[in-house]
């Protein structure tokens, strides 16, 4: 699993881990400044960053050809893990949705943990069949083994963490090529399941969609967390109040203002230039993310950083327009920013393995000495030697 033969540590890409850098620090301060000042509130995610360093340096030795056929166990335990969350998950009260494990005083969201799982498990299953991936038999178990994690999130209920999911699922089904007359038909799809699941909505979640489409109808009520968070955005202006220095986010006005809501914090206080800072940041990273990707030359290492790739994005994408009211209002963090130990180390894990991608060689670049036999006795009087069968 371990070998760093296998890796080209000149090709290590420090613009992604520079930028990484940044963003853990800087969303450190964010969050200091959203608990108020009270250090020891984020003890647990200054470990977590510490940890997820560590996790960088560990993954970047390990071979990820190896590592590929643990694939179908990961697979595995992400769905126990998700089947468990079902039947012993809490937080509903808390959080609109069963999503929690409780075991003493560690709390984990198993539907983090299991986005890498399902990442990791599908490139490597679209990497072997990909060549059937239009073949109806073949695509509905592809589908099958890419949404029923889905389904037993949606069990929890949580919706907008199935729909992250979702986004980087189609992402990877795409870019393994699934022609056009299928994308259109599960398109149309899932149009109607997302149709029907809006007309069934109930509750709170009810309420977010109609709070979104009418954001005046509920201000003091449904709707207090999307305005309070939209007046913060604004007040911040071009450089913000200054740093702790947040009327709404200081005086308790935005619920949830360390983890879903936490952009509104860092616009009321650093304003316009701290946002602008941050998605620099974050378009840098998802940049060389997709640099990665596309200059890989192995289908498995492509498809698994695209589906981090996605995932990142979906995330960035859905917390920032939901603070700013261009979506509804989902339970959905920020990357690096918003507290939970759990899935900032899920982060870190996916840049590890992004990074541990970029200096990957493939198989004719390392050690093979049948390869460097053959290239020996290649001028020896016998030169009928079939080169493809020693890389």
């Not at 850098?21 to 995610?45: D, H, P, R, W």
């Not at 595995?76 to 809490?90: A, D």
């Not at 201000?219 to 007040?235: E, F, N, P």
């Not at 790739?309 to 209002?329: D, K, S």
């Amino acid at each position: 699993m371990f070998n760093i033969k296998k890796k080209e540590f000149k090709k290590f890409d420090w613009l992604l881990f520079l930028s990484t850098t940044f963003l853990s620090i800087y969303g450190l301060f964010v969050l200091y400044s959203a608990f108020s000042g009270n250090f020891s509130e984020i003890k647990s995610q200054i470990i977590a960053s510490i940890l997820g360093f560590s996790f960088i340096i560990l993954i970047c030795t390990m071979d990820l050809d190896v590592l590929k056929k643990a694939a179908y166990p990961v697979y595995g335990v992400s769905l126990l893990l998700l089947i468990l969350t079902i039947f012993l998950g809490q937080g509903a009260e808390r959080w609109g949705s069963n999503s929690w494990l409780i075991i003493g005083p560690v709390q984990i969201q198993p539907s983090e943990i299991t986005k890498i799982g399902i990442i990791f498990a599908l490139a490597a299953y679209l990497e072997k069949y990909k060549d059937e991936i239009n073949n109806p038999s073949r695509l509905i178990k592809t589908l099958i083994f890419a949404f029923l994690p889905i389904l037993f999130i949606l069990l929890q209920p949580d919706f907008g963490t199935a729909m992250v999911y979702i986004f980087f699922i189609a992402v990877m089904l795409f870019l393994a090529g699934l022609s056009w007359k299928w994308i259109v038909g599960l398109l149309a799809v899932a149009v109607l399941g997302a149709l029907f699941l809006l007309l069934n909505l109930e509750g709170y979640k009810a309420d977010r969609i109609h709070d979104f489409l009418d954001p005046s109808r509920d201000t003091s009520g449904s709707g207090w967390q999307q305005q309070q968070g939209l007046i913060a955005i604004a007040s911040g202006m071009l450089s913000g109040r200054g740093f702790m220095q947040g009327t709404q986010a200081q005086y308790g006005y935005i619920p949830e203002k360390e983890s879903d809501f936490i952009f509104s914090v860092l616009a009321e206080e650093l304003g316009f230039i701290g946002a602008i800072l941050m998605l620099i940041a974050f378009v840098i990273m998802i940049y060389r993310l997709l640099t990665i990707s596309k200059n890989s030359k192995n289908s498995f290492i492509s498809l698994m950083v695209s589906g981090i790739c996605a995932m990142f994005f979906v995330h960035i994408f859905e917390n920032v327009a939901m603070t700013i009211g261009l979506m509804p209002v989902t339970g959905i963090p920020l990357p690096f920013f918003s507290s939970g130990g759990t899935f900032l180390l899920i982060c870190f894990i996916n840049i590890g393995l992004a990074l541990s991608a970029s200096m990957q060689k493939s198989s004719y670049d390392i050690e093979d000495t049948s390869y460097y036999e053959t290239i020996k006795f290649k001028n020896t009087p016998n030169k009928n030697i079939n080169l493809s069968e020693n890389k």
